[in-house]
């Protein structure tokens, strides 16, 4: 038995040729399509599609043969973004969906990204080792008969649901520039723009480079890298825009920067769509990540909501988040989760409801987070390769002994002092160590500590 290294924590990526190939999404395809109709009788169904990459089609369609063979129907909406498989699962009812598609890796990559019914995440503790096992051991059960393969458009229905998080007529004139990467974001937001004209929503989109091309002639699309954000930002300064807006590939993610074209940290995003959402529902719970936290539950707790901190990672944000029937939750790290969106992280309703949010507060976007910025700097994801995090986070402690401090182990190493909170951690998805670090009202204090923690792992 081979065993198959693109199974990850939380979904399958790997290196197109050995790690992933026809034949494997083959295998993968009849290891769902059986682990699916072990679970429980009856016929079922999922939903598949594909981003822009030039692979994508053929391992979806070897995918969709596999789990054909394991007599599952296959529904295909054919080039899509992950949240459009997730959209597709839970609207239509079926019984699971797959994605592929590699985000924002690089070129000779690709992956894919299972759902079970509800558009609930598998992950390696929900399903994903098993069909893993499954796949590895490529003996399949024999099924009676054979699946159904079904073309199905649901871009219209998407659209509809999409538009429902903003009021109409909230929206005041407004330019906005939108980034698509070359990713599988394009024919949404023209969806998304017919419905505006058609509504007379006075906003204007500029679109950068907005054709879907799986050649990436602009570089793969992944904003949250300082080096991909310049030709949104040179966008919005030229065209004098109110809000720019950028997406990875699958945009399952999304990238705001303000109306003088600076990127604005997913942290500061998170606190305001909390507060978007917690004057439509007061009281309301909202989950976040540990990496920052100060900004959020200080938003969260003066608009009568209720913080809950909750481990990295779609899978655990999503769990909890079903858990505690939260309104929204955020990570630092730009993807958004919506109780109404089936608790799924979307990337294109986020920047609907700031666009809102600005418009009706009266605000430019700069003025809506400056505040929060001098409140709680923080230093940005750094990430540093090769580090021994039990030597780092030893170091760490040392250095802060004689600190009165309050530690926390959610998910990896947080301290948290009078005026400043580190986070240490491993990735869940690359072999990094990832470092934040904020403070209140004072960004020297990010700066010191930032650069004292760099030198150290430095030195390991």
């Excluded at 969806?191 to 602009?218: Q, T």
């Excluded at 858990?323 to 630092?332: S, T, V």
């Excluded at 949010?357 to 009266?362: A, E, Q, T």
């Excluded at 990735?427 to 403070?439: A, F, G, I, P, Q």
Aim: charged share 25%; net charge negative.
């Amino acid at each position: 038995m081979t065993k198959l290294t693109c199974f990850k924590a939380y979904d399958i990526r790997g290196q197109l040729g050995e790690e992933l190939n026809n034949d494997i999404a083959y295998r993968i395809g009849r290891a769902y399509g059986q682990f699916l109709k072990s679970d429980s009788e009856g016929e079922k169904s999922i939903v598949v599609g594909g981003d822009v990459r030039l692979t994508s089609e053929e391992l979806k369609l070897a995918l969709s043969d596999g789990l054909m063979d394991a007599g599952v129907n296959v529904l295909d909406i054919g080039l899509s973004g992950t949240e459009e498989v997730y959209f597709a699962t839970f609207h239509l009812g079926v019984d699971g969906g797959i994605e592929v598609t590699a985000s924002h890796n690089p070129m000779d990559y690709n992956g894919m990204k299972l759902v079970r019914e509800g558009a609930k995440p598998i992950s390696g503790d929900t399903g994903l080792r098993d069909i893993q096992t499954l796949a590895e051991e490529n003996v399949f059960a024999d099924v009676s008969e054979k699946g159904t393969y079904t073309n199905i458009d649901i871009l219209s229905d998407y659209t509809d649901h999409l538009m429902g998080y903003i009021n109409p007529e909230n929206i005041k004139p407004m330019k906005l520039v939108i980034n698509s990467g070359n990713g599988a974001a394009g024919h949404v937001i023209d969806s998304l723009e017919k419905r505006f004209n058609a509504l007379n929503i006075p906003m204007e989109i500029i679109k950068v480079h907005h054709e879907e091309d799986g050649n990436f002639p602009n570089g793969i699309p992944n904003p949250l890298l300082p080096e991909c954000r310049q030709d949104t930002a040179n966008a919005v300064k030229a065209h004098k825009a109110d809000m720019g807006i950028a997406f990875d590939g699958d945009f399952d993610r999304c990238f705001l920067f303000d109306e003088k074209g600076d990127f604005i940290e997913g942290y500061y995003i998170v606190g305001l769509l909390a507060e978007a959402f917690l004057q439509k529902e007061p009281g309301a719970k909202i989950i976040h990540d540990p990496r920052l936290v100060w900004n959020t539950v200080d938003i969260v707790e003066k608009a009568g909501g209720t913080p809950i901190m909750s481990k990295t990672g779609h899978a655990f944000i999503k769990e909890r988040m079903r858990k505690e029937d939260a309104i929204y939750g955020g990570e630092m790290s730009a993807h958004h989760y919506f109780r109404d969106f089936a608790y799924c992280d979307s990337g294109m309703i986020p920047w609907l409801l700031v666009a809102e949010l600005v418009s009706l507060k009266g605000l430019s976007l700069s003025n809506l987070v400056h505040e929060r910025l001098r409140k709680f700097p923080c230093s940005g994801e750094i990430n540093f390769k090769g580090a021994s995090v039990e030597m780092v986070t030893q170091k760490v402690m040392n250095l802060l002994e004689q600190t009165k401090k309050t530690i926390d182990t959610v998910d990896g190493l947080s301290i948290s002092t009078s005026d400043t909170r580190l986070n240490i951690r491993v990735s869940n998805t690359e072999n990094l160590l990832r470092l934040n670090v904020e403070s209140r009202n004072d960004k020297e204090k990010v700066d010191n500590l930032v650069s004292t923690i760099t030198e150290m792992i430095k030195g390991c």
